[in-house]
């Protein structure tokens, strides 16, 4: 069966079967590659494969082999960058992937495999990691399969070996010695097309994400002077561990957002739309809003999808403008009592003129968020923000777009949510955690409770069966704030549940029953604690 391959006058033309193999592995790579660059892009995450290979790098090596870009491991290479080096590496990687499709899918499979928990180990170990942040490896694995399982297809069909006990279908052409020329020409086209296709996508990606950094750029820019920085009011932490941070930091407050990717509009490309019934149309610019009379507050904004004890409220300063004053500019029409908010996501929300018409109810256009320019995830350039309404029917982000209507014209459009939905009393224990063991000698727990745009008036706590007590309040003089709550039990060795109930200012107490009817979730939260005598003690 090898004589043909050792016959004296034959030319080699194993090696070359093998190179084209080989090609398609690589082909199939920059497919990967450019389509990894494409949902980073789109995704408008910063990270793409390369960037993201190269960081991982710098984490995982000690930083005395990083030197600029170049690594230092091995002398030899000083000075090379660490991302040719990368390159190099994978395109090793892919052409043993490559030769491996030849015999099945096993070796391209584990090279696959490989590369894929390479790739999620480095999303993984950054900083800050979110599950989105695997969509690009996720994409790049997905076309380099793809891309294999496409050119495999065309070597096989064409009979070409790709290692030397390989015997081929096909008779070898005696003029270029190796593969027929066709074969040849016709898997050159193929893999060129998956190759040219990886570095289309790769541009689109780049394009894609470079507006995103512009737009990102352009907003750390930004001279907001008329932004006052946060000062939290005196009074209102209680000094507990693991309570949420009076003043939810924007990197951790909550997003609900409809898009998975989020729009990038520059400050000076936005402007918001308000028509309808009104005297007259107007259109604001970013310069314009900024121009005008702000009104900074701090507000709570809560989920309509909040579940009890779950994440989705958060506390922040808000600075803007009243959009009282915006709707006095066009000068809303009698009759017209609604407002259909739109998004640049295209998502859309209806809210009240009687809302957003009376300063009173401290409605605003914001356009930074505890002292800084709205991040491009909380809605820049400008979003709408009403204390004491959930965020789903009121707090609409990168707002481009008013019109005044009526209710009963758009009531069945937004028939999915509830037409004003006023957020629910709720109150949550963030510490100890349902389920923590706990030393005897008494337990500090701790928490948050909300009552916009009305204010907390009390916080209370049940154990077991026992009678409501009071806890501790934090100062919560802010109507549109949430206030944190605290309280030290002495409990009995054993299980014990312990509840939370808030009231508002003026004295009307949170729903007791568990409450799902789409107008906002609410119930009592509890945890469960056990108190023994071996628990160890760590406060
Ligand atoms: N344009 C737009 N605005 C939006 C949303 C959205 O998906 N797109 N989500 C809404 C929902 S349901 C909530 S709870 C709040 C969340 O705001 P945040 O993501 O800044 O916390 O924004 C609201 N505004
Ligand atoms: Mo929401």
Not at 57 to 78: A, H, K, W, Y
Not at 184 to 211: Q, W, Y
Not at 248 to 269: H, L, N
Request: glycine share 12%; hydrophobic share 45%.
């Amino acid at each position: 069966m090898s004589e043909a391959r050792v016959s004296d006058d034959a030319p080699p033309r194993l090696l070359p079967g093998r190179l084209l193999w080989a090609s398609a592995g690589v082909a199939a790579a920059v497919l990967g590659a450019g389509l990894g660059e494409l949902a980073a892009g789109a995704l408008t995450l910063h990270l793409g494969p390369v960037v993201g290979a190269r960081e991982a790098m710098t984490v995982v090596l000690p930083s005395e082999f990083v030197i600029r870009d170049g690594i230092d491991i091995v002398p030899f290479l000083t000075g090379v960058p660490l991302v040719l080096v990368l390159v190099v590496l994978l395109v090793v990687l892919a052409a043993v992937a490559g030769v491996g499709a030849a015999r099945g899918w096993r070796r391209p499979a584990v090279v696959g495999a490989v590369v894929l928990a390479l790739g999620a180990v480095s999303v993984l170990l950054r900083p800050e990691p979110s599950l989105l942040e695997l969509a690009p490896v996720a994409a790049g694995s997905l076309g380099f399969a793809a891309g294999l399982v496409l050119l495999a297809g065309v070597l096989r069909r064409h009979g070409v070996p790709g290692e030397p006990d390989q015997e081929p279908d096909q008779e070898p052409d005696p003029a270029s010695g190796v593969v027929p020329a066709t074969t040849r020409r016709t898997f050159v086209g193929a893999a060129a097309g998956v190759a040219l296709a990886g570095v289309a996508a790769a541009v689109v990606g780049e394009i894609v994400g470079r507006g995103r950094r512009a737009v990102e750029q352009g907003r750390q820019l930004l001279r907001l002077t008329m932004v006052t920085p946060p000062t939290e009011p005196a009074g209102v932490g209680v000094g507990v561990e693991g309570v949420a941070p009076w003043t939810t930091p924007a990197t951790e407050f909550y997003r609900v957002d409809q898009a998975v990717v989020v729009p990038t509009i520059a400050a000076e490309d936005w402007t918001l739309r308000i028509h309808g019934e009104v005297e007259r149309e107007v259109v604001v610019t970013y310069g314009e809003l900024i121009e005008m009379s702000v009104r900074e507050q701090w507000a709570t904004l809560v989920g309509l999808t909040y579940e009890v004890g779950g994440e989705q409220v958060g506390n922040a300063w808000w600075s803007g403008v009243p959009t009282s004053a915006l709707l006095a500019r066009a000068g809303v029409l009698t009759g017209a009592d609604a407002v259909v908010q739109t998004g640049a996501d295209g998502w859309r929300c209806v809210t009240t003129t009687q809302v957003l018409g009376d300063p009173g109810r401290r409605a605003l256009l914001a356009f930074a968020m505890n002292g800084e320019a709205l991040p491009l995830e909380h809605g820049f350039p400008a979003r709408t923000l009403v204390p004491g309404l959930y965020g789903g029917v009121s707090a609409c982000k990168w707002v481009v777009e008013w019109e005044v209507t009526r209710l009963e014209t758009v009531a069945e459009d937004f028939a999915d949510r509830p037409l004003q939905a006023p957020v629910r009393i709720g109150a949550r224990i963030d510490v100890p955690e349902d389920g923590t063991t706990v030393p005897p000698g008494g337990v500090t727990i701790g928490g948050v409770a909300w009552a916009p745009p009305i204010g907390v008036g009390a916080v209370e706590i049940a154990v077991d069966d026992d009678g409501w007590r009071l806890a501790n309040l934090g100062v919560a003089r802010e109507h549109d704030a949430w206030a944190q709550w605290s309280a030290t039990l002495d409990l009995e060795p054993g299980e014990h549940r312990v509840r939370v109930r808030a009231r508002d200012r003026v004295g009307t107490q949170q729903e007791p029953g568990p409450l799902d009817d789409g107008a906002g979730t609410t119930g009592l939260h509890e945890v469960v604690l056990t108190v023994d005598a071996d628990a160890d003690d760590e406060g």
